[in-house]
């Protein structure tokens, strides 16, 4: 009864697994495990799940066994920031999380206040990392990046056609609208609407009055998977043909949950599948005897616990600052591959592609880059 209303008093959800009294070093995965992102929740706590049970049953880290806290912030900026104060406050040295922007980004201030490691999966929005925090590392790419292979796509593809870009406000929706348009803008291409919608709206026969108007072929959504899914049947509804084009957080299977097979044709930037890479097969044919999917950032968190893990092991403690001098000095290896950061903590190495979904639910990478 004292957790939970201790719980409720951050206004955040946090369970603490029920080996943790047997173990020796607590580290915490953040996410939305509840709320309309709960899909990518899920992903971050699989990849959290696997990575922790695999470091254990291979003898732990300096030979101590791991306790994992999951840490709901529902992608709420001030729920994250919540579990953050209240991870700090438990010493904890090593946060994998969160998933939205607009979470992370609150939560890595109270993270850096309480000496924590923060390694997101899934946080694209560039000031993430550009704030000049001593704490923060990210396994993804950043919106800057994915919006140029977006808008190179784009101009390809729909040179001169009608193209909208809309964005949900949020700061990853609004960031990543915000870099296409940049992107289109810099190669010549003017987009004829840009506007914005609420998150967590359900009506858009407004919005789709003006796509079907102006002739949209193409909109591209900066935003999350409901919405866009949302978006695409009321266009359907009203006779548009307008393809959908979006960013990562479209992938994910619920998205064909929320379409059927009217996701057929839509577009979406993620990495390269990293379920395909010879590094991670090991892992995804663990994930596949659970009867796991290991999709969208499952990996990407998986591959977080193994940065820290191996530095960890290579600095001899779990002191972050020591910690992340020791990341952002070296190379690892992990199921995305082969590692490295630069010193504002994004990855090195960048490689966006662009993906369509086909009418049975599933989605796949288009051959060639971008095109």
Not at 9 to 20: H, Y
Not at 115 to 131: D, K
Not at 133 to 144: P, T
Not at 339 to 366: H, L
């Amino acid at each position: 009864m004292k957790l939970k209303l201790l719980g409720l008093a951050f206004g955040a959800s946090l369970a603490l697994s029920t080996t943790a009294l047997a173990q020796d070093i607590k580290v915490a995965v953040s996410g939305p495990m509840t709320g309309s992102e709960s899909a990518f929740g899920r992903q971050l706590k699989n990849g959290a799940d696997q990575a922790v049970a695999d470091l254990n049953a291979g003898g732990g880290v300096l030979g101590k066994k791991l306790a994992l806290q999951i840490g709901d912030d529902a992608c709420d900026p001030k729920q994250a920031r919540s579990i953050a104060e209240k991870l700090a406050g438990e010493g904890i040295p090593f946060v994998a999380g969160h998933f939205c922007s607009s979470s992370s980004i609150p939560a890595s201030e109270a993270y850096a206040d309480g000496n924590v490691l923060q390694i997101t999966p899934a946080s694209t929005n560039p000031l993430f990392t550009e704030r000049k925090l001593w704490n923060v590392l990210r396994v993804c790419g950043r919106d800057d990046q994915q919006g140029l292979i977006a808008a190179e796509y784009i101009t390809k593809n729909f040179k001169g056609k009608n193209v909208a870009i809309l964005n949900d406000k949020t700061t990853y929706g609004k960031g990543l609208a915000d870099e296409t348009k940049k992107a289109l803008n810099k190669a010549g291409f003017q987009e004829k609407m840009f506007e914005s919608y609420n998150k967590g709206d359900k009506d858009f026969n407004s919005i789709v009055s003006r796509l079907k108007r102006d002739s949209i072929d193409l909109v591209y959504i900066g935003g999350y998977h409901q919405e866009a899914g949302l978006i695409l049947r009321q266009m359907r509804d009203q006779g548009l043909k307008t393809a959908m084009m979006a960013g990562d957080a479209m992938n994910d299977k619920e998205f064909a949950s929320i379409t059927g097979p009217l996701a057929e044709g839509t577009l979406f930037t993620f990495g390269p599948d990293p379920r395909n890479k010879p590094t991670a097969k090991a892992i995804v044919e663990k994930f596949k005897a659970k009867g796991i999917d290991p999709e969208g950032y499952t990996l990407y968190t998986y591959a977080a616990f193994q940065v820290w893990s191996q530095a960890v092991a290579k600095a001899k403690t779990t002191d972050p600052k020591k910690v992340i001098d020791t990341i952002k000095a070296g190379e690892w290896d992990t199921v995305l591959g082969k590692m490295a950061f630069d010193a504002k903590g994004d990855i090195k190495a960048i490689d966006y592609v662009v993906y369509k979904w086909d009418a049975k639910g599933n989605y796949a990478e288009i051959p060639g880059k971008a095109m």
